[in-house]
């Protein structure tokens, strides 16, 4: 009995990683120079989502993210509390075009980011990384929520 108890256990440590990858979506980044990165993206959508973000949250893998959604385009803000690692903060706008890359956004800052232009859509991956796959600003994102066009 207590095999069992110990093996069904094992089991449950063992899926929780692929539990968490079950519940994201796939994401593509194309930049300008034709180079694609994928992400999974746990989607933002709900109030209580959003509000939770990345929230305590030690780390995050090179191809994971946060995705915000918005109904309709307007100035957005961000801030960092309680969230533990440096992010980058990927602004986009609803054509999938991004808008605005706020770099390395300080761990546990309550200073509010901007998106700087209109937008109804934020992408929050590994600070650092955008810079270091050269995502820019005017690249495209596609996501099903985005009216992606080249």
Known sequence: MKLRIRLLMFFCLVSLPACAKENTEMLRIITATGKAYKFHVEL????EQKAQGLMGREKLARDEGML?????????????????IP????????????????????PNDETVISSELP?????E???????KLGIS???????RLF???Y
Request: charge should be positive; proline fraction near 3%.
């Open 125 to 131: 991956i590994a600070g650092g990384l955008a810079q």
């Open 147 to 149: 009216e992606t066009k």
């Open 119 to 123: 937008v109804n859509g934020a992408l």
């Open 137 to 143: 600003e005017g690249d495209k994102v596609e996501f």
């Open 68 to 84: 915000f959604t918005f109904t309709g385009e307007k100035l957005r803000g961000f801030w960092m509390k309680n969230v533990p």
């Open 87 to 106: 992010l980058d903060m990927i602004f986009i706008k609803h054509d999938g075009t991004i808008a605005h890359i706020h770099h390395r956004a300080k």
């Open 44 to 47: 933002a959508a709900t109030p």
